[in-house]
């Protein structure tokens, strides 16, 4: 993010006001041939001063955002990420949300499901949004070449960025393709969201923020796709910490980072003394445990302020993912575009 995005950031005090300008503020961790998320001015939310009096309002009455997302706060972190986009585009003031998680059936049959069906305010055309929020760790060796989006795993090693990369082409960004998915869009719009038109075209988008861990003192390359302001983090095994602490600067804090509130770093009066946090590291650490994230703050920087890690166990990973059967080819094109567009 940009010093004016950080600093826009850094008005909010509620936690969920502050994820929801997250996800309105972060980059994309991929640039894919399918059209990228809304704008801020598709939402009515062009120009920081529109933004900081829409965020304000949020602040000062968050009781609506509360109840939207309301029994996902202690759940898993992408139902988190869906119930903020859809409070975003049920309530920005250039959006209005048609539809979420809406399945598509064949029969008895489940096709799959939409996570989002919303048009703007000026426009029609229903828009089939897909949002994805990841944090993948890079192996510095692992299957494929260097730039292999197979080599960038999530914390737990369930997947990889190859494999959501290909689900999200090949499957979810294509069921409007299908005859009962236009037949299911029809039946939870309303003549005056789709226009006059029975077959009117609907448009797809993707939205993917997250964060990228690249291996601490470990040289990579980015993997293929990367966009060119993704976040940035690193990565390093709990064996390592001590030479890491070492040689940050004095006086520098700490937060550690609990799901789902992965997305904006706290504020920085919530970051406490480094050796706090290091001792629940050490006792997290005294057996075989789970990747931990946490950030630092060095109060006395100029600029890039806060840090993002992630700690690992000394073994990991266990196990890597396979990549997909079928890796997204890059000289196939999304409907709709060109090639010249894709660069």
Excluded at 33 to 40: A, D, K, L, T
Excluded at 122 to 129: A, E, G, I, Y
Aim: include cysteine; charged fraction near 25%; proline fraction near 10%.
């Amino acid at each position: 993010m940009s010093e004016d995005d950080a600093a826009l950031l850094a008005r909010c005090h509620h936690p969920l006001v502050r994820d929801l300008a997250w996800i309105v503020l972060a980059p994309d961790l991929i640039l894919t041939p399918w059209p990228s998320r809304p704008s801020r001015e598709d939402l009515g939310l062009e120009g920081d001063d529109r933004l900081h009096a829409w965020l304000g309002e949020l602040e000062a009455n968050p009781q609506g955002l509360e109840r939207r997302v309301g029994d996902t706060v202690d759940g898993r972190m992408g139902h988190y990420h869906e119930r903020l986009w859809q409070f975003l585009l049920d309530t920005a003031p250039g959006t209005r949300l048609l539809a979420s998680n809406l399945r598509v059936h064949q029969g008895k049959r489940t096709l799959g499901e939409l996570d989002l069906l919303y048009r703007r305010r000026d426009d029609p055309t229903p828009v089939h949004l897909e949002v994805a929020i990841k944090f993948y760790l890079g192996l510095p060796e692992g299957p494929g070449p260097l730039h292999d989006q197979a080599r960038w795993i999530g914390p737990g090693s369930a997947d990889s960025l190859a494999t959501k990369r290909e689900h999200l082409d090949r499957h979810q960004l294509r069921l409007t393709e299908r005859v009962e998915t236009r037949t299911t869009i029809r039946q939870h719009t309303h003549p005056r969201d789709i226009g006059p038109a029975p077959e009117v075209a609907i448009q797809r988008q993707l939205a993917i923020p997250g964060v990228l861990f690249y291996p601490w003192q470990t040289p990579m390359p980015e993997p293929h796709e990367a966009s060119s302001d993704h976040l940035r983090g690193h990565w390093l095994h709990w064996c390592d910490w001590r030479r890491l602490r070492d040689g940050l600067a004095r006086g520098t804090r700490a937060a550690w980072l609990v799901k789902p509130h992965w997305l904006a770093l706290p504020r920085d009066e919530a970051f406490l003394p480094l050796h706090q946090v290091e001792a629940r590291l050490a006792q997290h650490f005294s057996r075989p445990s789970a990747p931990v994230q946490i950030a630092l703050l060095d109060p006395r920087a100029h600029g890039r302020r806060h840090r993002r890690l992630f700690i690992v166990d000394d073994s990991w990973p266990l196990q890597i993912p396979l990549p997909p059967d079928r890796l997204p080819d890059p000289d196939t094109t999304a409907p709709g575009r060109s090639r010249a567009q894709r660069h």
